[in-house]
């Protein structure tokens, strides 16, 4: 397993450009299902939960022409026969779940196994199944598979929430189910996420008929058939908060490019609150650092509320900020596992349920850590770029899933930063699930 050493104290400075949005990319290659014509997926990020759903899809009798280099994904769904999607490669992504919806719209059955447990906390699929028989589905769940069928889903009105309030993938499952549903469906309780938009905006090329696109209510009439699609997919979110939140915590002065900042206004109001200068323009943000940070309060919210995504980068940045922040994580409440190895650094943490009390430090030192989780894993490595010496962080592979050559990059702004290669890769690949 590959691992990261990495010097600390080097302020970030400099340009970095983002890359398209995993949590875009997965669920839109899912919606190839959907179609029997070709679906050209643009700006396709090199990651390993990528080449994970391209294994799902293959073995759904996708043909997948993957061009790494140009990042350009061509799907084409010309045998229609295969309708299990097998655990061995469900248990590595959590994304992979939003196969269930395509195939049981299009080939009417679908075997689809419970995805990969994730160390984020227990992640319930209950509202993709109630979604799927509010749209007329039977279901069965058996030896870790959801079995579904029905001859043709039926449009309804449907609540989609739990107590987090909406969800992301369930929505996009029975947004794409309900595509070619009969009649019209009416989904109250939307997720709003910009991944889900840039997924609707897809199905809507294809030929669906969805109202109300980036709203909590959305209105999808069904059509008999979609068709093929050509689309680009939105910058990620989160890289892009990600370098902001480095830049913050090295005293840097960092423009991120090709980002969308109006996806990311949670964040910035929160570097503001915390004394960054932080300047925006249409496609980018540029983040300058004073010496030290005031302490803040965040929640975690669905967007456009603070993301779950950059809670555990925040923390790195806030450990050493002046006072004392506040953390209340209202989507995963045990998505805490970097505060352990956040203390190892000398980070001062106490957590109470779902809240973090952070207690800023003068610096943080560096120490061996271990990643267990991808967005853990960045705050580790952010940690780690800011901290006094050497920090060595363990089974990478987990910032691989979701960050393309963070490291090169990081390096190209500075920083010091180095990878070593491990162990066996297969250890690694076994171990990785998420998303
Ligand atoms: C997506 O996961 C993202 N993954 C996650 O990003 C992200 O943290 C999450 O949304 C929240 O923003 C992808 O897009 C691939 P949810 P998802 O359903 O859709 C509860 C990353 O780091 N819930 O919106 O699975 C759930 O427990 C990953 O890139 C149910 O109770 O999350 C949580 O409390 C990690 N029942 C809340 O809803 C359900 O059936 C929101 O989860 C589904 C969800």
């Known amino acids: 397993m590959d691992r990261f050493i990495i010097e600390g104290g080097h302020r970030l400075t400099g340009e970095v450009a983002v890359g398209g949005a995993k949590n875009s990319v997965l669920p839109i290659m899912a919606a190839a299902l959907l179609t029997d014509e070709e679906v050209v997926i643009r700006r ?55 196969v269930l919806g395509p195939l049981l719209a299009k080939r009417k059955r679908a075997r689809v196994s419970m995805p990969g447990g994730c ?62 549903a009969e009649g019209e469906t009416l989904l109250e309780n939307a997720a709003q996420e910009p991944e889900v938009v840039d997924l609707c905006h897809v199905l809507a090329k294809m030929g669906a008929q969805i109202d109300g696109i980036g709203s909590h209510c959305l209105r999808i009439t069904g059509v008999d058939k979609l068709h093929g699609v050509d689309h680009a997919v939105i910058p990620d979110r989160i890289e892009a908060g990600t370098f902001a939140i480095a830049a913050a915590m090295t005293k840097g002065d960092l423009t991120v490019r090709g980002c969308q900042p109006r996806d990311l206004l949670a964040l910035i109001e929160r570097l503001r609150a915390a004394g960054c200068d932080v300047a925006t323009g249409a496609d980018w943000l540029r983040v300058a650092a004073p010496r030290r940070l005031r302490p803040i309060d965040v929640t975690t919210l669905p967007h456009p509320g603070f993301p779950t995504d950059l809670q555990a980068q925040l923390m790195a940045l806030l450990t050493t900020a002046d006072g004392i922040s506040m953390i209340h994580e209202r989507i995963y409440p045990d998505r805490f596992i970097h505060v352990a190895e956040l203390h190892r650094m000398g980070a001062r943490i106490r957590k109470e349920g779902a809240t973090a009390l952070v207690e800023g430090v003068a610096k943080l030192s560096g ?11 960045a705050a580790l490595v952010l940690a780690g770029l800011a901290a006094e010496g050497e920090t060595t962080v363990d089974r990478v592979y987990h ?37």
């Open 44 to 98: 396709v990020p090199r990651l390993r939960d990528v080449a994970s759903q391209v294994k799902v899809l293959q073995s759904l009798g996708a043909r997948v022409l993957h061009d790494e280099k140009q990042g350009i994904l061509r799907i084409r769904c010309d045998d229609e026969t295969p309708i299990t999607a097998p655990y061995e490669l469900m248990k590595t992504m959590r994304a992979s779940i939003c």
């Open 119 to 180: 160390v984020i906390g227990v992640r319930p699929i209950d509202l993709h199944l109630k979604g799927m028989e509010g749209l007329g589905a039977t279901l069965d769940v058996r030896a870790g598979y959801v079995e579904a069928s029905s001859p043709r889903l039926r449009g309804n009105t449907l609540f989609l929430g739990s107590s987090a309030g909406s969800t992301v993938l369930g929505t996009a499952n029975v947004v794409m189910a309900a595509t070619l």
């Open 367 to 377: 120490a061996p850590v271990m990643a267990s989780d991808l967005r853990g894993s």
């Open 399 to 435: 910032i691989d899933r979701g960050y393309e050559r963070i490291d090169e990059r990081l390096r190209l702004l500075g920083a010091k930063i180095e990878r070593r290669a491990g162990e066996s890769q297969a250890l690694s690949m076994a171990a990785g699930a998420g998303g």
